[in-house]
């Protein structure tokens, strides 16, 4: 049978920073496919490299940014070999982001209804002034604001609302993958919740991918039906969600992002009880990037980096997963 397409597919993808200090590894060789009408969360410490690979997956790096090695396609069509031209018809239409604290980068002397205006009418140079208007108050529905805030200025909403708002504008163009950055970490979590639920509901309406960043693990693991958790720019496992609360079989470090929370439902928790501290990403530990902070880490650990497992339905990248597992574990 013929293998759907992927709505995005990394294949070996790296980036690194230029610094002064030297080449910052943030995403170091990750491969993963996201399918149509499916979410998946990217989970991970603070700089563990999950901004700067939803970054180039839009081909918005920073200046000092190089993809390094691989490919992203998204529907298909490679990301970085696109034009500017090719990549503004894209970008929005195809794959669009809400950007971390986007609520804040909302024009300020613009009305709501100006700023969804602008979206429609740089991509549809024939629509009338009319038929965006209409979509736009179609749009404030979708989301769940009361249309005549369209005449409103940003500074005039809520922050909850103003949230609503950049997913709206992420989803006017109807995208096949929207990413979304840590998109409710700067609300409180009456409105987080709110704005999940909504995600949730346009999500299954509209049935496009996305990749859900969020260093909040309970989070993560409700929304989506599949999580890659990010270690120093590694995918060090991708696993479905049930899988995390159902097996004990993980990566070393996914099991303290699991120790750490007391129930997966919780509705506010904290990343805490992993010892130790994220990797220098300029000058990585040899072989295993997470040695220094592993309990089970053997000399193999410090030398040899792990290849990746394939335990049922996970992807596990760590030696204890293959021979080394039994001896560890019968010491
Ligand atoms: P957070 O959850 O805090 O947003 P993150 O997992 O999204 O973190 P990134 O923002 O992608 O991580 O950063 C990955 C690494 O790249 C970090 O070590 C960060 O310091 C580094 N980095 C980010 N931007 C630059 C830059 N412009 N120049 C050099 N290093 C950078
Ligand atoms: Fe720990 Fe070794 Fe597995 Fe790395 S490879 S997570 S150091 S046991």
Redesign the pocket.
């Given at each position: 049978m013929e293998e759907k397409q992927p709505v995005l597919e990394l294949e070996n993808v790296s980036v690194g920073?230029d610094?002064t200090a030297g080449m910052?590894q943030?995403v170091n060789d990750v491969s993963l496919k996201i399918y149509e009408n499916t979410i998946v969360g990217l989970i991970?410490e603070?700089?563990?490299?999950?901004?700067?690979?939803g970054n180039a997956i839009m081909h918005l790096l920073?200046n000092?940014?190089v993809l390094t090695n691989g490919t992203i396609k998204v529907m298909g069509k490679e990301v970085h070999s696109m034009n500017k031209n090719e990549l503004r018809k894209f970008r929005w239409s195809q794959m669009s982001m809400v950007f971390?604290s986007a609520m804040n980068a909302l024009n300020p002397v613009l009305t709501i209804e100006a700023q969804i205006l602008d979206v429609y009418r740089s991509h549809y140079k024939n629509m009338s002034k009319k038929e965006a208007r209409a979509r736009a108050r179609e749009l404030m529905e979708i989301v769940s604001i009361d249309p005549t805030h369209l005449n409103s200025y940003p500074h005039e909403l809520s922050g909850g609302m103003r949230q609503r708002v950049v997913i709206a504008i992420a989803i006017a163009l109807d995208p096949k993958l929207v990413i979304m950055d840590?998109p409710t970490t700067a609300l409180d979590v009456v409105v987080q919740r709110s704005i999940l639920d909504k995600i949730k509901q346009i999500q299954k309406v509209k049935k496009f991918a996305i990749l859900f960043?969020s260093?909040d693990f309970s989070l993560v693991s409700e929304l989506a039906s599949k999580v890659a958790i990010?270690y120093a720019g590694r995918f060090i496992e991708v696993t479905d969600s049930k899988s995390l609360s159902h097996t004990d079989q993980h990566h070393p470090y996914t099991e303290g992002l699991i120790n750490a929370i007391p129930h997966l439902t919780a509705e506010e928790v904290t990343i805490t009880g992993i010892p130790g501290n994220p990797p220098n990403?300029v000058d990585l530990p040899s072989g295993c990037a997470y040695h220094p902070r592993c309990q089970f880490a053997t000399e193999r650990c410090k030398t040899e980096r792990p290849v990746v497992h394939q335990i049922d339905n996970r992807d596990v990248e760590c030696h204890l997963y293959d021979a080394v597992r039994k001896e560890v574990l019968e010491s």
């Open positions: 920073y610094s910052v943030a991970g603070s700089g563990s490299g999950k901004s700067t690979l920073k000092n940014a971390q840590e960043i260093h990010m990403l």
